[in-house]
């Protein structure tokens, strides 16, 4: 098990606006969990990647953010000190869970913030039809970028016309790690 033990566990509200509902953690504990990165990488589909400064950004729905650092993890988000402690839980688990399957997982070192929305754009059928629920396709492609909305959800997309570009696009995505929030 590669992260048995958090020394030091911190919820609080943020610093910048007391005021806000939301909580912060930060936990703290010796052991390097670094080597685990392109593995939680590659499983979890981190938003972001720094290989170099060995920081991983992972994306959670409902404005939920994780951060793992070498010897650290934050917490942004939590609705209260509970989710806080079960989303700790949860990462926990889960890093230890892939570190111990990382020989079946290949690394992922590139993230999903290197997505460009003008590449993504170039890719739809540009219609600005309305269907995916966007006023118009850049809106659109800035949302799936994100992750916040899947391919599915654009329907001119899947007609037999746009399939070369859906297939260059899903090419695309899947080469930064993509995945939409709400996928398993």
Same mark, same amino acid.
């Given at each position: ?56 950004? &992972? !994306?959670?729905? %409902? ?10 993890? +934050?917490?942004?988000? *939590?609705?209260? #000190? ?32 290197? &997505? !460009?929305?003008? %590449? ?10 309305? +269907?995916?629920?966007? *006023?118009?396709? #850049? ?46």
């Amino acid at each position: 098990m590669l992260l048995e033990k958090i020394d030091n566990l911190d919820i609080f509200r943020p610093k910048m606006d007391a005021t806000k509902e939301v909580l912060h953690a930060i936990a703290a504990f010796t052991v390097d969990i670094s080597p685990a990165f392109p593995y939680v990488n590659a499983e979890l589909g981190g938003w972001d990647y720094d290989q170099t400064n060995q920081v991983l950004l &992972l !994306k959670l729905s %409902d404005g939920k953010w994780i951060t793992l650092h070498p010897q650290k993890i +934050a917490i942004r988000g *939590a609705r209260d #000190m509970e989710e806080a402690k079960a989303l700790l839980a949860w990462i926990q688990a889960q890093i230890n869970d892939i570190y111990a399957r990382r020989e079946a997982i290949t690394p992922r070192f590139v993230s999903q913030a290197g &997505l !460009k929305v003008m %590449d993504i754009l170039r890719l739809l059928p540009m219609t600005n039809c309305k +269907a995916c629920g966007y *006023a118009a396709c #850049m809106a659109y492609a800035a949302a799936l970028r994100e992750g916040e909305i899947r391919l599915e959800d654009c329907p001119p997309l899947w007609e037999e016309k746009f399939r070369e570009k859906r297939i260059k696009l899903q090419a695309y995505l899947e080469s930064f790690g993509w995945r939409a929030l709400d996928a398993e």
